[in-house]
């Protein structure tokens, strides 16, 4: 119930004013007599921010608008794995009430995959499909780049002109320039690991503000946790959050997000009678420990 009762403490401080609640969204558009039929947007109700007030309230002024003239910012957040970037990124999209799209960026993502697809459909003819950005821009919904900084330059250099001022897009595949509704809002999340490509310098200036997005403290761990799996008892939860703090400071763990976490109390969970369950035969399955650890685990599993 606290974790429940924090998470609406935190929605509520930042919420913006005069969120959208009635929209009717487009499912297809035409422009100089192409069709181009739009995605539906992604359910985003589950995803509630849990401490950090402070980011929460930064990313939220990225898109607030405050005068006709006022121009909405792209902010991007960035941070270890399982952090909670995107969750951020939701969390204050649903506070502002508009349709919510997530487009899971790649090293391998063409201009075409991020913006419109031709389909074959029946009798063979070619259906023009928009990609979640596209459909967020009609609707005037708001599109989140996950992983952004996996993408090449060539597909971030088919989104420069949206970037900015001028606010749409042109796509070669379907001959169109579709421009953005007012109320469209857009967001990327980046990876710190080497898999990852560097952002052309000409984009990176569109990128703006910058927001990182720290590990949650211990206390903020217990309430993720407990809101995540409100069925845990607050004793198993803190034995879990307990150790795992303390391992990591001892340097036996190598890392763990909020995920690995929320992943290990849901699995320990199933267990007959979790408090009795060792830790340290658990958590290598979950989690990702130093190879030496890990040896040795796979060692006396398999009797070698």
């Given at each position: 119930?606290e974790?429940?009762?924090?998470a609406?403490e935190?929605?509520?401080?930042?919420?913006?004013?005069?969120r959208?609640?009635?929209?009717?969204?487009?499912?297809?558009?035409?422009i100089?007599?192409?069709?181009?039929?739009?995605?539906?947007?992604?359910?985003?109700?589950?995803?509630?921010?849990?401490?950090?007030?402070?980011?929460h309230?930064?990313?939220?002024?990225?898109?607030?608008?405050?005068?006709?003239?006022?121009?909405?910012?792209t902010p991007?957040?960035?941070?270890?794995t399982?952090?909670?970037?995107?969750?951020l990124?939701?969390?204050v999209?649903?506070?502002f009430?508009?349709?919510v799209?997530?487009v899971?960026?790649?090293?391998?993502m063409?201009p075409?995959?991020?913006?419109?697809?031709?389909?074959?459909?029946s009798q063979?003819?070619?259906?023009?499909?928009?990609?979640g950005?596209?459909s967020?821009?009609?609707?005037?919904?708001?599109?989140?780049?996950d992983?952004?900084?996996?993408?090449?330059e060539?597909?971030?250099?088919?989104?420069?002109?949206?970037?900015?001022?001028?606010?749409?897009?042109e796509?070669i595949?379907?001959?169109?320039?579709?421009?953005a509704?007012?109320?469209?809002?857009?967001?990327?999340?980046?990876?710190e690991?080497?898999?990852?490509?560097n952002?052309?310098?000409?984009i990176?200036?569109?990128?703006?503000?910058?927001?990182?997005v720290?590990?949650?403290?211990?206390?903020?761990?217990?309430?993720?946790?407990?809101?995540?799996?409100?069925?845990?008892?607050e004793?198993?939860?803190?034995q879990?959050?307990?150790y795992?703090m303390?391992q990591?400071e001892?340097?036996k763990i190598?890392?763990?997000?909020?995920?690995?976490?929320i992943?290990?109390?849901?699995y320990?969970?199933?267990?007959?009678?979790?408090?009795?369950?060792?830790?340290?035969t658990?958590?290598?399955?979950?989690?990702?420990v130093?190879?030496?650890?890990?040896t040795k685990?796979?060692?006396?599993?398999?009797?070698?």
């Open positions: 119930m974790a429940q009762n924090v609406q935190n929605g509520s401080r930042s919420a913006p004013a005069g959208a609640t009635d929209i009717v969204l487009q499912r297809s558009i035409t100089d007599d192409v069709t181009i039929h739009l995605r539906a947007p992604d359910d985003v109700v589950d995803s509630v921010w849990i401490g950090q007030a402070e980011v309230r930064l990313f939220t002024a990225a898109w607030l608008k405050m005068h006709e003239r006022d121009r909405i910012m991007v957040t960035v941070g270890s399982g952090c909670g970037k995107t969750t990124a939701c969390a999209a649903r506070d009430g508009r349709p799209y997530l899971n960026c790649t090293s391998d063409r075409e995959d991020l913006l419109i697809t031709p389909v074959i459909a063979q003819q070619i259906l023009y499909r928009a990609s950005l596209v967020a821009m009609v609707n005037g919904g708001i599109c989140i780049l992983e952004a900084n996996r993408m090449s060539k597909s971030w250099a088919s989104l420069a002109p949206l970037l900015d001022d001028r606010r749409y897009i796509s595949i379907a001959g169109v320039k579709i421009h509704h007012p109320e469209f809002r857009i967001a990327a999340t980046m990876n690991d080497a898999s990852t490509f952002i052309p310098e000409y990176e200036s569109r990128l703006k503000p910058i927001i990182p720290e590990f949650p403290g211990a206390d903020d761990l217990r309430l993720i946790i407990s809101y995540h799996v409100p069925y845990a008892s004793r198993l939860v803190e879990i959050v307990r795992l303390e990591k001892a340097g190598g890392s763990f997000s909020t995920r690995d976490a992943q290990l109390t849901r320990l969970y199933k267990s007959p009678d979790p408090a009795k369950v060792p830790l340290d658990v958590v290598p399955l979950i989690l990702k130093h190879e030496k650890s890990l685990k796979v060692i006396s599993l398999l009797d070698l």
